[in-house]
């Protein structure tokens, strides 16, 4: 059995086979609105939201056309300038206003010149994807092959900590860079100061008592003078 190419002739019939199969081309895209005219000659295809809320506009072409670049960077001006209005115009779904919009181009095949404008782009994500439409026995399925994509960030979980949980650490690299204080020496390797010299103690004053006792001690020690007798 073989698997036949088949040919979608209209925009909106291969908008219509995007919108059912949008997972193909993202898992948990959703849909909000399609077939938005941007301008006299540009319509927005597809805008839908990834499961982060951003909105992603698709733009679709069932030939390779580089204008769908031009109509792309339109629709992406368009929506990021209302995004706040489209939050609140389709409050059902999970829409947030504070990332810009990105883009997903759907074409059939895309030209060199198309491939480099999209890989120069500097602070806008374009995305490329060519499609086939096959069909095999009785079913019939679209086939999205990525050619140029740029990895979603992923948020990462509860990154909006509380003030208190904010608070960062102070890194061990700062404390090592830092000069370590002196530290002062112990006490007992310090060596010790000579004694000030002291005042000299005045001699002790011997009481007067002692000194008026001796010459009266001395005398009952002395023994009697004997008179002598004159003829």
Not at 180 to 201: A, G, S, V
Request: hydrophobic letters at 30%.
């Amino acid at each position: 059995m073989s698997i036949e190419k088949l040919k979608i002739e209209s925009n909106q019939e291969l908008e219509q086979i995007i919108t059912n199969e949008i997972n193909k081309i993202e898992k948990d895209l959703t849909v909000i609105c399609s077939n938005v005219p941007i301008n006299e000659k540009a319509t927005l295809d597809i805008l839908c939201h990834d499961n982060r809320g951003q909105l992603v506009i698709v733009q679709l072409s069932v030939d390779e056309d580089d204008i769908m670049l031009l109509h792309g960077i339109q629709s992406l001006d368009y929506v990021n300038k209302f995004k706040s209005f489209l939050k609140a115009t389709y409050n059902k779904h999970k829409i947030s206003d504070k990332e810009k919009p990105r883009l997903i181009l759907i074409a059939p095949s895309f030209s060199d010149a198309l491939r480099l404008a999209v890989e120069g782009m500097k602070g806008m994500q374009v995305d490329l994807y060519e499609w086939e439409y096959l069909k095999l026995g009785d079913h019939k399925g679209l086939r999205l092959q990525p050619i140029f994509t740029h990895k979603p960030e992923e948020k990462p979980k509860e990154k909006e900590e509380k003030p208190s949980e904010k608070k960062r650490e102070a890194k061990p690299a700062k404390k090592k860079e830092a000069k370590p204080e002196p530290k002062p020496l112990p006490e007992e390797k310090e060596e010790p100061k000579p004694p000030e010299p002291k005042p000299p103690k005045e001699p002790p004053t011997l009481p007067p008592a002692k000194e008026t006792k001796e010459p009266t001690e001395k005398k009952k020690e002395e023994p009697p003078k004997r008179k002598l007798k004159l003829f």
